[in-house]
């Protein structure tokens, strides 16, 4: 049986019978929100039902914080993540990249860039104190949903690459860490960037991270400018000599 056509005529046929009763679907898949809404249709999701339950009072906010949790660890649709709520569905489930780290992984999750990006941050800090070998995993999570949310290519490897480079100099990594998180976030771009390339763009996140590295650390007053490209080199010492010359390369290259 084919399940992919099967899934298809489903959703199919839910849309053809929205359309002609005139009424709305109830759906937690974003992207096919999206799709059935420029046929015309109104869509909402059970987030959006619980919202309008707390708002009405029907809920409580407790109840309702409940669900939210439930919906995490089910991967239910994409809840806005706070700190605290991360680190307590992440702790149920020790610490290892699982459930709550998937919803980094959702485009939707990356809307608001800055704050997202504070966010991960912080849970990476958190993580590098308590399970240092599940950074690299979260990195992951993260830097796909952020390139996926990216309209092209050039942007992507842009946030990929200020996602890496930000969170090598907040965690101090070195070595093996350094090595891990550099391949977790090209293995995160591969995989979120599309199989077409016509601009030919390098998809390498290396040596833009390499930059935006020199660039905020010659911005730290506690940084003196000798140190800046031995602290670089320093923190990529495990890469092979390929990726050393690569980061080499970018650190002398004049800025665009």
Request: aromatic share 4%.
């Amino acid at each position: 049986m084919d399940h992919k056509r099967l899934r298809l005529n489903v959703h199919a046929s839910v849309v053809q019978l929205s359309v002609s009763k005139r009424i709305a679907v109830w759906c937690d898949d974003s992207a096919a929100r999206v799709a059935i809404r420029t046929l015309g249709v109104p869509t909402f999701s059970t987030l959006a039902v619980l919202e309008h339950l707390l708002t009405e009072g029907i809920l409580s906010t407790t109840d309702f914080n409940t669900a939210l949790d439930t919906f995490i660890q089910e991967r239910i649709g994409n809840p806005n993540l706070e700190f605290s709520q991360i680190v307590k569905i992440a702790r149920q489930e020790d610490l290892q990249a699982a459930n709550v780290a998937s919803s980094l992984m959702q485009p939707q999750a990356w809307v608001d860039i800055i704050d997202t990006t504070a966010l991960t941050s912080n849970v990476l800090r958190t993580y590098h104190r308590e399970k240092p070998d599940q950074v690299a995993a979260w990195l992951y999570a993260a830097a796909f949903g952020s390139v996926m949310h990216c309209p092209n290519t050039r942007a992507a490897i842009e946030i990929g690459s200020l996602l890496l480079a930000g969170n090598l100099l907040s965690l101090c990594a070195r070595g093996r860490s350094a090595r891990d998180m550099v391949s977790a976030t090209r293995a995160a771009v591969r995989a979120a960037l599309p199989v077409d390339n016509p601009a030919n763009i390098s998809t390498d996140p290396l040596p833009a991270t390499a930059r935006h590295m020199r660039t905020l650390l010659l911005r730290d007053a506690n940084v003196s400018a000798e140190r800046v490209f031995p602290s670089i080199l320093d923190c990529f010492s495990e890469l092979d000599d390929q990726d050393l010359r690569t980061v080499a390369e970018a650190l002398l290259a004049k800025d665009d």
